[in-house]
């Protein structure tokens, strides 16, 4: 008996050792740029809420000494001093918290993550597009700050428990929806994370493949579409959109506007996928889950 817990306990250590990242570590990020880690960043510095909640889920949070103004979730970001946005950063109390990795969005941070490293700091710039891209981004995260165990565990949980949310609607009638990002009106692509949570909690999602993953749509694209579910929006702001009112989710009722924490969740692609997940479902297939 003794051997086989001494056997079990070298297996833990040998895992244990196979999950250490090494150092210096060389990645390539979203902006084709290869960053490279000399030692396990101790300051970290992120400017998107998804990298924030990422880094509390693998148990990185405690090297965060600047965050986002947005990020604001888990409740210890509450005392993690705010470095203004991923659009309007505050490049100088940045710089003056001496981090030693800064984790930034791609699509908006190309010039900051230049103006950063132009003064010596270490910057990645990538976030998830994709509803793969979501667990694959908290891998790397996980490689980075060597709490890969971490992100392991973290991303068998989150598949875990959206499968579970998948089979509750898996004999289900898909819902035709859309959803709102914001009134331009900009909506989400089938292939977006958003669009495949859709599809996945059984949706079927109006907006064509071919317009992208986060398109500007053409609103009489809505009214042919003529959806079951509207979602990102008020009923009365549907209303009030020439030729929206006599759509089907509008004369039903079943125009949905998200909580803040429910907006929160969708809109960041990180830990609280399943969150996402089940507050769609909730709109689409009313008492599938609670």
């Known amino acids: 008996m003794k051997k086989l817990f001494l056997a079990a306990l070298g297996g833990l250590t040998l895992l244990s050792s196979a999950q250490a990242t090494k150092y210096p570590l060389t990645v390539t990020d979203d902006l084709g740029r290869r960053v490279t880690l000399k030692a396990e960043p101790k300051r970290i510095v992120t400017l998107l809420p998804s990298h924030t909640e990422t880094l509390f889920a693998i148990g990185a949070g405690g090297k965060l000494v600047g965050i986002d103004e947005y990020s604001n979730y888990p409740r210890e970001t509450a005392g993690i001093t705010k ?31 230049e103006k950063l490293s132009a003064v010596g700091l270490t910057v990645y710039g990538g976030t998830p597009q994709t509803y793969n891209e979501v667990f694959e981004k908290i891998v790397v995260l996980g490689k980075m700050t060597n709490r890969e165990t971490g992100a392991t565990n973290l991303v068998v949980k989150m598949r875990r428990e959206l499968s579970a949310l998948e089979r509750s609607v898996v004999n289900r009638p898909k819902v035709s929806t859309y959803f709102e990002v914001d009134p331009t009106p900009y909506s989400v692509g089938p292939n977006s994370y958003i669009g495949t949570l859709i599809t996945r909690g059984g949706g079927r999602n109006i907006v064509p493949a071919s317009l992208g993953d986060f398109p ?75």
Do not use: C
């Open 216 to 290: 500007k749509v053409d609103p009489e694209l809505v009214v042919r579409a003529n959806p079951q579910v509207m979602i990102g929006l008020t009923v009365n702001e549907a209303r009030r959109r020439p030729g929206w009112s006599n759509l089907q989710a509008v004369r039903s009722g079943r125009v949905y506007q998200p909580t803040n924490a429910e907006r929160d969740a969708i809109a960041r692609p990180g830990p609280r996928l399943p969150e996402a997940m089940r507050a769609l479902i909730k709109v689409m297939h009313p008492g599938a889950v609670k």
């Open 83 to 113: 470095v203004g946005s991923g659009f309007q950063p505050d490049i100088e109390k940045i710089v003056a918290l001496k981090p030693d990795l800064v984790l930034v969005d791609e699509s908006s941070s190309a010039r900051l993550a």
